[in-house]
């Protein structure tokens, strides 16, 4: 009966699809690369190989105050979201069910939930009001946006970090006579470190990327290098826009090896 | 229960609301919150310049489906052109869902039955696109399917077409942008239900002499179901509030929902407007996760 031998890693056509899959995933960002070392001035016409674009996006000042002003609203918003996601996630696991705990879920992954566009349009109406009543104008606005839609992805991590961990050395601890503090101190907090970092990074990635909200929520001159490309794209795209998406690519890659070998070594 | 466990539990209720505070604060202020507050705009009087008047008025929430004829004041007619944009918007929504779970299950399937040594490298190489700036990736495919972009440069020189192909700025350009940048979150949900599922059991069936569909149907389907749900509902609503991919690949005339309010608070200068059509994107988001989340428990307590 060979007819009817079968293996599941072998369904027709499955891997063929995959293997295109992957190659068309892939393609139009190896383009995007290529282009970005061109010559040329137009990113259509491949006139040699030169770093000419990526030394023009380094000197230009919109680009330089840009990226500044992302990596500084990312590092903000990161720190706070995963301060508040680390202690939410201390508060909403390994104990009792109670009520109001749906509360508390829904609250923290609304961001994932609410269609991105519908946020930024509310945040403008609130902060537009905030902005004619208190004058101030600042990053404040950015930064608090940021945060709130960077908690979920730092919470996640964290949490599954969390539900992972074994309670015996907290108990242990504890029949030591350490106090609720130092057990948090010196047994929670250093085997929890895994899941923070890798929430924040997550919580920085993701303020990194934002181009809806960021370009409803910020003031004038206020642009992050998202939002920077974003108006580029309305003129004339040259290979800049290639060489700062390159850069973000790597940056990108980078964080999510670390990321990767980070949340591996525990299992 | 005993009065000591009781004032326990007490305590521990205390401090969980304690603990999660921050995080609520901050949700509430710069998301929730303002949520409720563009609810209110939505039934105010639009301004000339843009924001609103403190006067009520159900004018955003009609002027969604109809508009008032301007040679006739006090008739109203069908806002054809709101209806073209939310159909587009549904029409692609649920296009890229079903071209996305075509081509993502046997990407799914192709990785979750590697050998477990390489199977990690092949799920972090759908993860990479799945964390990558989405502007990047639209940038990416804009790129290739431009005027003066590789599909068409490489036509041209092979001499196979005289003028470029068009297929930026058109419905045809949106939905391939939205099925390249959403395809990781139909992937990585369809793959974590596949990789739950024992492969012995297709064996088992096989050699009971089940066809191949009855094994599709009876097994296959059944035990990921949950994943296509998943991944069907991840895909579909960012697609109904996309925006940046419509921009780029879309311009001006293809607008979705998304750019449409969008518009309402730019040159449109219509808060309510966009107000309303914002709380409108919102229920038909929150349903599709509530069919979701019904479907889900469904399946939980059945299996």
Same mark, same amino acid.
């Given at each position: 009966m060979a007819d009817r031998n079968f293996s599941a890693s072998h369904l027709p056509g499955f891997t063929q699809i995959a293997l295109l899959v992957f190659a068309l995933l892939y393609?139009?960002?190896?383009?995007?690369?290529?282009?970005?070392? &061109?010559? *040329?001035?137009? =990113? !259509?016409?491949?006139?040699?190989? =030169?770093?000419?674009?990526? !030394?023009?996006?380094? $000197? &230009?000042? @919109?680009?330089?105050? @840009?990226?500044? #002003?992302?990596?500084?609203?990312?590092? =903000?918003? =990161?720190?706070?979201?995963?301060?508040? +996601?680390?202690? @939410? @996630?201390?508060?909403?696991? #390994? #104990?009792?069910?109670? #009520? !109001?705990?749906?509360? /508390?879920?829904?609250?923290? &992954? $609304?961001?994932?939930?609410v269609p991105e566009i519908v946020t930024a349009v509310a945040l403008l109406i609130f902060f537009a009001s905030i902005k004619v009543a208190t004058g101030y104008q600042g990053l404040g606005y950015l930064i608090a946006a940021h945060s709130a839609f960077c908690i979920p992805f730092a919470y996640l991590p964290i949490r599954a970090r969390l539900e992972g961990m074994d309670l015996s050395l907290e108990t242990a601890a504890a029949d030591l006579y350490a106090t609720p503090w130092m057990t948090f101190r010196r047994v929670t907090l250093p085997l929890l470190a895994p899941g923070i970092i890798a929430g924040a990074m997550l919580a920085f990635v993701i303020s990194l990327d934002d181009v809806v909200i960021t370009e409803f929520v910020k003031s004038g001159g206020q642009d992050t290098l998202p939002t920077y490309m974003m108006g580029q794209l309305r003129r004339v795209m040259t290979p800049e826009v290639n060489a700062i998406s390159s850069v973000l690519l790597a940056l990108t890659v980078l964080l999510l090896t670390a990321f990767f070998l980070l949340t591996r070594k525990n299992d | 229960m005993s009065a000591a466990e009781d004032s326990r539990d007490k305590a521990s209720v205390r401090s969980a609301w304690l603990l999660s505070a921050p995080a609520i604060f901050v949700l509430t202020f710069a998301a929730c919150g303002p949520l409720l507050i563009m609810l209110v705009y939505s039934f105010l009087t639009k301004g000339q310049y843009g924001n609103v008047e403190g006067v009520f008025s159900l004018e955003g929430w009609r002027s969604i489906l109809y508009s008032e004829d301007i040679f006739d004041p006090g008739v109203f007619v069908w806002a054809d052109a709101h209806l073209t944009i939310f159909w587009r918007s549904v029409k692609l929504s649920i296009l890229t869902t079903l071209l996305t779970l075509l081509i993502g299950f046997p990407t799914a399937w192709f990785i979750a039955t590697r050998p477990p040594k390489s199977r990690p490298l092949w799920l972090f190489l759908i993860t990479i696109p799945f964390w990558t700036n989405l502007l990047i990736r639209t940038v990416a495919i804009f790129e290739v399917i431009r005027n003066e972009g590789v599909i068409n440069t490489v036509l041209l020189w092979s001499g196979l077409i005289t003028v470029p192909f068009q297929i930026t700025y058109t419905d045809t350009a949106v939905f391939i942008g939205m099925a390249y940048v959403f395809l990781p979150l139909m992937v990585l949900p369809l793959f974590a239900a596949i990789d739950r599922f024992d492969m012995r059991l297709i064996e088992a069936a096989y050699d009971l002499y089940a066809s191949r569909f009855a094994v599709l149907r009876?097994?296959?389907?059944?035990?990921?179901?949950?994943?296509? /749900? +998943? *991944?069907?509902?991840l895909v579909f609503v960012p697609s109904l509030g996309a925006v940046v991919t419509p921009r780029i690949l879309g311009g001006g005339k293809n607008m979705m929902i998304g750019n449409f309010i969008e518009l309402q608070f730019g040159q449109g200068r219509n808060w309510p407007l966009g107000a309303a059509l914002s709380m409108t994107l919102l229920v038909i988001v929150t349903v599709a996760l509530l069919v979701y989340v019904r479907a889900a428990n469904r399946e939980t307590s059945h299996g």
């Open positions: 393609l139009p960002i190896a383009v995007l690369v290529v282009y970005s070392f &061109n010559a *040329g001035t137009t =990113s !259509g016409l491949w006139e040699g190989f =030169s770093f000419r674009w990526y !030394g023009t996006a380094w $000197q &230009n000042d @919109a680009v330089q105050s @840009a990226t500044l #002003r992302s990596l500084g609203i990312a590092v =903000s918003a =990161s720190i706070i979201a995963t301060f508040c +996601a680390t202690l @939410a @996630a201390l508060g909403t696991t #390994r #104990r009792k069910s109670f #009520r !109001g705990q749906t509360f /508390i879920y829904v609250m923290i &992954n $609304q961001p994932l939930m | 009876r097994v296959i389907l059944p035990i990921v179901r949950p994943g296509v /749900i +998943a *991944g069907s509902i």
